[in-house]
């Protein structure tokens, strides 16, 4: 179905007797884009009189990264909205990850953006990627009266919401649009708000990802093992020299695992340096790698090269690869990264903690060659109740619903390969099985606190010296 297709089939607009309906749909990625698209493609939002596209850049400095309008095939979804807008432009110059407004000053920045907008008295709806952090929670403040609905943002979705939200805002999600990326696992995500989970169906973002494409799908030949980079120490996450030898523990599994021809999708920010590191590692393996440096999504490149294999850390990419695309994938670096998140209820653990549990480690390619997806039965069993841990451990106060499930699931005490996932720390602070036992007379629980903040002085002590 082509994008002007889907224009002409639009319901019919509302009779001007009555106040327009004006859908804006925000997003700050190219994927964030071909997720709404589908999700309009599939009937998932009623008809509006307007549709509007609120983009945001919120890279660091966004005049030197490349905004969703600005990448491949952004043009074929253009037709699905009536007007595409900035958010970067309409705050300027302040930054859109960095601005929040000041409840005395919504009634007054309400007001200026229909102006700036267009909006005069319409009906709002909005669709954001996220009304966790800024520029999508800022969105949602500023106009107090339009209905909500979230799609969510890759694996974060199936994690428990990170920040408690103001209720003013997370009482007005209605559903929470995702895609099916774990067939079987249910999101987390505003759950507690009673946010319903839809899914946006696989076939119609498939179907997107094809329009993205400027070349036709690969004709069944076995293309490069795909490498996808992230840049973890921008998130603080590794310092750069590790996230360097991350991806170069990427280049000698692929040729251990017997390919020669490899593909290096970077991340967008990371330096060129380390792209010049993999060349030479690649040479000297007796492999030819090549660097993808066009700014296009990993999904318009599986159907592009149809990879032999796809690697990499803890992308949402692996997961499309292995689950709408059938492709054979494997991890990096998850056990490493499960011991660094700091603090504990870092977002990205339940991401991270996902693909361990689900996908093979690249060192061993008699599982990589050997995995096949674990049917949904099985996933809403042994996984489903991993992840409800790992989310009640994250933010017990957000979800303290969870306590039973988490309970059940550490019953006996985590076995040895669940020890990666949780700490004797958080299990004993939370009363968790698998914790320290604490001792119940009060006297000794004060001695107790008393020791610790004893302890902590002297490191204060000695760390100001």
């Known amino acids: 179905m082509s994008s002007r297709t889907t224009r002409t089939a639009r319901p019919s607009r509302t009779p001007r007797t009555t106040r327009r309906t004006t859908q804006i749909f925000y997003a700050s990625t190219l994927y964030g884009v071909a997720t709404l698209a589908a999700a309009l493609d599939s009937g998932c939002f009623g008809p509006a009189d307007r549709r509007l596209l609120l983009l945001a850049n919120n890279a660091a400095v966004p ?47 309400e007001r200026h953006l229909r102006r700036l907008w267009d909006l005069g008295d319409d009906r709002l709806e909005l669709a954001v990627e996220s009304v966790q952090v800024t520029p999508g929670l800022s969105i949602a403040q500023l106009f107090p009266d339009a209905a909500l609905d979230v799609y969510a943002d890759g694996l974060m979705s199936y994690g428990p919401t990170r920040n408690k939200i103001d209720p003013l805002v997370g009482e007005r999600v209605r559903r929470l ?17 009673g946010a319903a989970a839809r899914v946006v169906p696989t076939e119609a973002f498939t179907k997107v990802v094809a329009e993205l494409s400027e070349a036709p799908a690969a004709d069944g030949a076995t293309g490069p093992a795909l490498l996808l980079g992230q840049y973890l120490s921008a998130l603080s996450i590794l310092p750069p020299a590790e996230e360097e030898a991350l991806h170069l523990r990427m280049v000698r599994g692929a040729v251990a695992a017997g390919h020669h021809r490899l593909a290096f999708k970077p991340h967008p920010t990371a330096p060129q340096s380390w792209t010049k590191a993999l060349r030479e590692e690649a ?61 504990y209820e870092n977002s990205n653990r339940v991401p991270v903690t996902i693909v361990d549990a689900l996908l093979p480690d690249l060192a061993d390619p008699a599982a990589v060659a050997a995995w096949a997806p674990p049917s949904p039965a099985a996933v809403a069993g042994e996984l489903a109740g991993l992840v409800g841990a790992v989310g009640f451990a994250m933010q017990p106060q957000i979800r303290a619903d969870l306590r039973p499930a988490a309970e ?55 760390s100001g010296r």
Request: aromatic share 8%; proline share 9%; glycine share 8%.
């Open 177 to 193: 649009f995702h895609l099916d990326l774990v067939p079987g696992l249910t999101p987390l995500l505003l759950a507690e708000f």
């Open 408 to 462: 059940a699931y550490l019953a006996g005490g985590p076995s040895p390969a669940d020890w990666r996932y949780f700490t004797r720390r958080r299990l004993t602070v939370l009363g968790l099985p698998g914790g320290l036992p604490v001792p119940r007379h009060a006297a000794v629980r004060r001695l107790a606190r008393r020791a610790r903040r004893l302890k902590r002085a002297a490191l204060r002590r000695v």
């Open 63 to 109: 005049e030197t990264a490349v905004a969703p309008d600005g990448m491949q095939g952004f043009a074929r979804l253009r037709d699905r909205f009536d007007r595409v807008l900035s958010w970067n432009e309409a705050i300027a110059p302040l930054h859109p990850s960095g601005w929040t407004p000041r409840p005395d000053d919504v009634p007054l920045l």
């Open 283 to 343: 040479e000297r393996l007796g492999a030819e790698l090549t660097v993808i440096e066009r700014p296009v999504l990993a999904e318009v490149l599986y159907r592009e090269l149809r990879p032999a294999l796809v690697v990499g850390c803890f992308s949402t990419a692996l997961l499309t690869a292995s689950t709408f695309y059938g492709l054979p994938v494997a991890r990096v670096g998850t056990d490493t990264l499960l011991d660094r998140l700091r603090p």
